[in-house]
């Protein structure tokens, strides 16, 4: 049996007990930092009105795939299936969190709520792409979505919030690239441009791209490769954002208008394409150099068809998720260190083995208070003091015959190496004293 995990997954383990991080542990994989996360974005968003929902990790494919949409390459070639004995063969590991929140939205009556209803999550998503840095098959999302309301006001807010979330990170050289892809007639407008500006070029297009023309023209902007690229260059294609109708450029210059107004900065992308089909209008990535130019951070925009295609009433909404696992990445690039689970405030150990019932004790006292680690077996004072570090305690305490008789225990600062003797019954208050 291989002792390994999938490829394209990774453990998200504890923080080094020594101090010293092993090659495993590196910052991309620690748990601690992941929480860091999701806890900074559940006191953003929270304070901005969100609430907390979650959702399962799978599906029904048929949702996955009328959500997300049949021509993208997340339900061509990315979907992970699920199979259980005897079931119908139509379940999917969710690949993002938009389509499973608005069926939530849907089914379970939200739409009673107070309007504009702010939800966000955490958790898993699952996409069968290739792996490099940064592409995962299993990553994580912090998923913030506002449903049931169309003004452009709602899609200003969400780009601060989710620059805010960053911000507050420490990230400084993540920027907003903002565009809008329309209303489903200006983007039928401009597949129709794309197909003839790209049909007498057909040959010189990629496989990928040669299917794309036909399904959805304006993924091939997207494309990566050279070719395409040279190709765009080449003729000269007018961007997205040269054939929006009055409604969707009026929304647009709303949107710019809030965030000029309130110092969010953006740079305006006339050619922003998202890999999703469910987006109208407003559409924009979070991008950072640390993760590289063809891959963002963050990625959001409007979908106000997506309830109806679902199968629900046509609702406005827009909402926005960035990757857990490339924000750290990006962190990482700027030199910023997320904060390591402290180690326990006291730890504590008895000299014989008839006190080690005593020394567990006393830890369970003070967890009334602060964190408390004891050792199951009796130690020789030099390895409690050790023990102690290794767990990277503030006060070590240990408990010979003397103190057992005494009801006291022997304390150790570990940084500066005072000691005191100091009574069992005084001890949780001593602790709470600024040292
Ligand atoms: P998305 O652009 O597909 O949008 O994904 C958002 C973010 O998830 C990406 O910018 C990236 O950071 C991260 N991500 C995506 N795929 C991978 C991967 N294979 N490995 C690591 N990270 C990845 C959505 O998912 C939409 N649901 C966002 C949204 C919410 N739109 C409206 N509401």
Redesign the pocket.
């Known amino acids: 049996m291989a002792l390994q995990r999938p490829k394209g997954t990774q453990d998200h383990l504890p923080d080094g007990s020594s101090g010293s991080h092993s090659k495993a542990a590196r910052s991309d994989t620690r748990a601690e930092a992941f929480a860091h996360v999701t806890e900074t974005a559940r006191r953003i968003l929270t304070r901005g009105g969100a609430r907390l929902i979650q959702t399962p990790i799978f599906e029904e494919a048929d949702l996955v795939r009328r959500g997300v949409g049949g021509s993208t390459d997340i339900v061509r070639k990315e979907m992970f299936t699920v199979h259980y004995f005897g079931d119908h063969g139509g379940f999917i590991l969710r690949p ?3 389509a499973g929140i608005v069926r939530a939205y849907l089914e379970n009556g939200l739409k009673q709520w107070p309007s504009p209803l702010k939800l966000w999550t955490h958790g898993p ?1 699952f ?1 069968a ?1 290739n792996v490099q840095k ?4 299993q ?1 994580h ?1 912090v ?1 913030y ?1 506002v449903i049931g309301v169309a003004d452009a006001l709602i899609d200003a807010e969400a780009i601060a919030l989710m620059v805010e979330v960053v911000q507050t990170l420490g990230l400084k050289g993540a920027r907003v690239k903002l565009g809008s892809i329309g209303d489903p007639a200006d983007r039928e407008t401009y597949n129709g441009y794309l197909r003839e500006t790209f049909t007498p070029h057909f040959e010189r297009l990629s496989d990928d791209s040669k299917d794309r023309l036909e399904r959805n023209p304006m993924r091939i902007l997207d494309s990566k490769s050279q070719t395409d690229q040279a190709l765009i260059a080449e003729l000269g294609v007018r961007p997205m954002l040269d054939f929006l109708g009055e409604a969707a450029a009026g929304h647009f210059t709303q949107v710019r208008g809030y965030l000029d107004a309130w110092g969010v900065g953006y740079d305006l992308d006339p050619s922003i394409v ?3 089909d469910y987006y109208r209008r407003t559409a924009w ?2 991008h950072h150099e640390g993760v590289g130019a063809k ?7 409007r ?1 106000d068809g997506l309830s109806a295609e679902l199968g629900g009433p046509e609702i406005p909404a ?6 857990i ?2 924000l750290l990445i990006a962190l990482d690039a700027e030199g910023i260190e997320l904060p390591q689970q402290a180690g326990p405030l006291l730890f504590i150990a008895a000299l014989d083995p008839e006190h080690t019932g005593l020394a567990a004790q006393i830890a369970l006292q003070v967890r009334a208070v602060a964190s408390a680690e004891f050792a199951y077996r009796a130690l020789k004072p030099g390895n409690v003091f050790k023990e102690a570090e290794r767990r990277r305690a503030t006060y070590a305490a240990l408990i010979g015959s003397e103190e057992a008789a005494s009801g006291s225990v022997t304390l150790k600062h570990l940084q500066n190496g005072t000691q005191h003797h100091v009574n069992v019954n005084d001890l949780n208050a001593f602790l709470l004293e600024p040292s």
């Open positions: 993002e969190g938009t998503m996409r792409e940064g592409r995962l098959r990553f999302q998923d979505e998202r890999g999703l990535e979070l891959s963002a951070l963050g990625g959001g925009g979908y827009v909402g926005w998720a960035f990757g696992e490339r």
